[in-house]
Each structure stands twice: as C-alpha cells, then as structure tokens.
C-alpha cells in the first residue's frame, strides 16, 4: 500500500519480457531483500529515480531504518568494503555516524530542494513516517520520525545522524525531489575494537568532536547482527581509535608471512594433511632464540591486556592454546559463532578452536618477526594440487615427516587457492629425499575429479515398469526407484556404509559447489547416503539425496567427499507424475497418495516422458488404479465431456469449472525457473513456469480448445457471471 502509480506503471514497464540478476543482500521473517540489475549491470532500483511517492505515504525511494535489513541505512556493508566517507556525528565509540556513498553535492542537492520546496504540512505525525523538519539550526532537514509525545515529535535526521524534539505542526511531507537520494546518507556505525562497556574520556569525547565533518578513510571489519557495520577510520592517515586515546585497547597490527630460502635450513613439521598441503616451521638456532624471546614476551603481555570485544577473519592477534596452556601468535580463519573462533598459529602450522575469552591482541612489537610457519607443496606434487589423496598416502607422509627435524630446499612456486606457496624438497637427516620414500610406498593418488552420476533411464512410452515408490513430493508426483535395479541399490549401500564407517579419516571437500556430487550423511536414520548440492550456506547445504527425491539440509561437516566407485550407478529416483487426465487435485490429494504408495511397489504404464527426466504414467498398486482410486475419494475431480454444438447452455444444477491455481500445490523450498507474465505493483506480480513440460502442455491446452470451440463446441454463458467463475 502507498505506492504511487506511476512506480507501478513504471515497475510494469520495465519488467515485462526481461530478465534479470537477482543478489540476495538479506533475509528477514521469510521475505529477501534483493538487488536487481539487467543484462546492462543498471539496477532496478535505480530505474525509480524521480518516481513520487504517494502523498501522505513513506517515500519509496527512501528506506526506513526500522524496516530495512540494516541499522546501518538502505545499503549494507559487508566486511572488506573501504572508501572514503564524511564523519558526521560522533555519540560514542560504539555509535556514530559518517556519510557513505554521497558527495558535497548530494548534500547541497537536498538541501537546496527542501530550501525551494513549498511547505506541504503533515496532516497526522506517526512513528515510522518520513518527513522534512526545521532543527534547531533554522535549517530544514531529511528526517524520520521515532517518537511523538503530545505535540512533540522525536525527528532523525537521516543524513546527519543527529536527533531533536520538534513540533508536530511543523512538519512537512518529503519533496518527491529528494526521491533522487535513495538511502540515509548517514549510516551508524560501530568502532572496531571497543567493547559495549568502553568509556570515553572527556578529552577524547573533544577530540572526536574535533574531527567531525572531517573527511576519513572508513573500512569495514566486520558487522553486527542487526547489520551495523563495525568499522576502522582513518583521519588524515590517522586512527580515529587512537585520536580518542584508545589505541592501547587494541591497536591495529598485521602479521608479514614467512618465507623459506633456496638453500637448505631445518624445518619442523607440525601440520601435514597432505603432499600439497603442509607446514614448515623454521628451526635453527637463530630462530629458537628468536622464538624464545617472543614466547616470554607475549605470555607477559596475555597475561596483563585485556580481552577483544570482535574478532574478524584474518585478524592478527593472540591466542591461549588450552593444549599446552601457553599463547601463540594467531591469525583467526573461522568465526564460529559470537564465542568461539579458529585460530591459525602462524608460528606452527597448527589450528586450534579458542575461546573470544582466551584471545588478546597484539601489539605492534609483538607482530615482529615474520611468522615462522610456512605453507608448502612437496616437490614432485605440484601439478597434484587439487589431488584427492588416499588415505594411505596422507598417513604415510605423516609419519615420516609430522614432528621430525628434516631439511627444506625452496625449489619453485605455485598457485594454491590463489596464494603462491614455495614448492619444497625435504630431506630426513640421512639425506633421504623425502617424496622418493613417499613415491616407493606405491600409495595410489586419485587423479582429481568432480563426481558425477548420470541419470537413470527413462522408460519409453507405453511401456510397463515395476517401481518401489521412495518419496512422495506433491499431490499428485512421487519419486519412485526401478525394481529391476534394487539389488544394485542395496549393495551400494551396503558399501557406503562401509567405506564411510570411519568418519574421523573421510576427507570433506574443499568447497562446496552447487551441483556437485557428495556422500551425506541423512539426518533421520544417521545413515550414508549419494547425494548432489542444490544450495550453499556458510554452514550448511541442501543436499537432494540421488536415489529417492527427498531433499534434506545437512550440516556442512556431514557431508564428504564421494568416492569414485560411488559414481558408477545411475541415479536410482526417478520422478513420476500420476496420470490424472487434466483432473483437478484437491489439497489433500497428497495424504491419499502417500497412504496408497508409500515405500510401495507400483507398476507403471508409461503415458509420456519429457525426456528431461519425468514421465507421466498410470499407476497401478496392489491391483488398484491410483488414479481411480483419488477420483473416488474426491481427491481428483475429472472434467466432464464438452457440450454439444447445440446445446442451450450448462444443464441445471451444474457448477462452475475450476481450475486448479498452480501456487496453490507449491511447497517451502521448491526452485522452479519462470517467467513474469504480469507484473500490477511491488507487491503483485504474475509468474508462469518456464519449462518445456509446461511450455508444450500450454501448447496443446490451447490447440485443444482451439479446435474445439472453433468446431460448433462454442456454448454461450446464460447464467450470470460471479467472481471466481471459469469461462
């Protein structure tokens, strides 16, 4: 509601017939927030510029904090965004507010506009409403109001930050000009590095006014929950925490990486996964010292600084192994939740899971020398990178090199993930070249590969087929496994079982792709299952199980890597849709079809395939028709024979066709790909499934009727037309 109409004309105009880039930004109560750009990369949104809102309505083109995804304004900062931006309020460290994404001249504009404007007064004030408001200053500003007591009215003012009590009476509607400004200019903003109870002295607080509608350097570390970006300013080259007089609470470090030398040095290995993924941690004698030294250092320090209030990606800082009870210099890789992070010890080579409780930072000085741990490939393996290893192999190489003195050569470089990493021989110290140990043990190396498993044959039309029904999916779908396979299904399982009966030693993948082919472990019976990635999550993935239809989301940490002797049976579901002759299936179809087919053996006739992996068939159950079966239930009603040519219209008593509504048989999670047919506002739009199933079934829909109506079959309507009607 609210919406002008030219938005929606305008909305209508510029969707029909086209496609478009959808990012999600953000997902509130079930509904997403979303960028649309076109084929041109120019967002949607954008196209909006200048449209009018509606009098007395919330400005579309402006977006409410308290409605938004985000504190922090209509757009959201997301960690590593940097760029320059105006300070413009300062309250406390955990809250100010800077000018993002506008210039001077964006100011002036609205400034100038709300100066020119005529005074159009707001008949009602009310909490959430948009206005424009005189502050104190006897300049008009953007405003949003927040509260009303009596005649006052608590105003924001969006681009600012700031907020006053102004008259209700003397608040005035936006100017449909300022809709060129799409967001708050103002976005609040927390400083990196101070906790909820950090205080502000009264020079800081002075010193912080000083550099207010100053120009800074802002960049994000991290974000709240609620969206607010916490962020480092830097003012003139300067940080703004250290302006204030908290530098000493956690200063802004980084940590240089290590390296390795062409000629040869000792090294220890503490972390090996694989041939392609170890560390060599430096250890002669000038090192040892130089470890030792920072080691007393850094536990007098831990033991006197205080906690850290955030903890971002890549962080350098310092952390308590509780293994050893001794601090390390770390780099965190993994926030886990509001407590807990993995932490990489750079000086090691190890990961350990720490408590925020057991991390400090560090200082300046603590961040020399460069980290003493350094990633390597074993010389002779590089072109494996990517290689999944048998376990043999990984085991093999642990124990000739994890917590041995050996000696490294740097002899090249590689690309891992992006990063180079130093391509290393190793020697033991009898001089024994370690990848020709590793070679002679004859350890096979799995060539790398991306599973895949092809599609089960669908049966040809007319044909009969025995099925056991696996999943029901719909009212009138289920997917179903051939009989003439299930002993081949059953040994596989058998097998999965088997092969994955140790967790502890299966390799997860490195990434998660969509598409790709896994071994998942399902969540009800805990047993091990083939399964392909339909959607990723930081955590987590829906996984649609291969051989029976269901689709679970499974833990990120309970889905491995597939083996390829797993990949050499056919998906075993297949999906069947219940030959219903054009019926109209009730909502409680689905119940029947589960009671009738459930982990049932069926057997099919096979009405058509679309060759895309769906047939249409007639089923038959314990001798039962299911079809006939929901007709007589009143699950599915068929439709009656066309009138004739001569008839004087529907016979008395009749009642009106239905049509069954295709949104009405859609479940939570479904994907389907469609087009819009129709698009009436924001919040009323039209999709027709864009498939070739549907596409061909409109097809024939339309000839059908066609021939038909156009034959003597047209029947004219005498009786009177009511909403809801079919025709």
Known sequence: SGWHEAVCDRLVEIVSENTFLMEVKSVQSGQLLVLLTNDAGQSLSDSFIGVAPSAGAPAPAVESPSDSPSSSGGKLYSAGFSDTATLSMFLVPQCFFVQMNCTADDLKQIMD???????????????????????????????????????????????????EDVEVGSLSELPAGLCTVREPLAVSCRLHGVSEDTELSAQGYASAEAVCEKQVHVTVKSTLDDGTPVVEVLVDGRSLIDIIGLSAEQPSVQLQAGSLSAQPCKVMINQCVSPVDFWCKKCDDEQAGVYSNMDDSLARHCAQAPGVNQAAVDDACAVLSRQDNRWYRARIVQVIDASTVTASLVDVGTTVTVSKADIRALTPQLAQPATLAVKCVLSGYEKCVGVEFDAAIRQTLSGLVKGKQLYATVQGMCEVSGTSVPVVQLLDVNKVIISDTLKATSAPILPPHTPTIAAVKLPATGLQTGVIVSFIQSSSSFWCQPIKTADDLIDLQADLADSYADLASAAHPESLTVGMCVAAVYEEDGGMYRGEVQRVTPRTADIFFLDYGDMKTVKNSEIYTLLPQFTTLPRQAMLCSVNTCGAVVSDDAQLHLEELCADKQCQLTIVSNDGRGVVCADVVVDDQNVSSVLQSRGAVQLPSSPPAADSAGPAEGSTTTEIADYGSILQAGEVHTVRIVEAISPEEIYVQRADVQTDNALADLLEAMNVFYNSGGLVAVEETIVEGACF
């Open 113 to 163: 506009t709300l100066a020119s404007s005529e005074t159009d007064y707001l008949q009602s004030a009310e909490v959430g409403v948009w206005c424009a408001a005189c502050a104190s200053d006897s300049m008009w500003y953007r405003g949003h109001v927040t509260d009303v007591t009596g005649d006052k009215a608590t105003v924001e003012f969006i681009d600012y930050g700031f907020s």
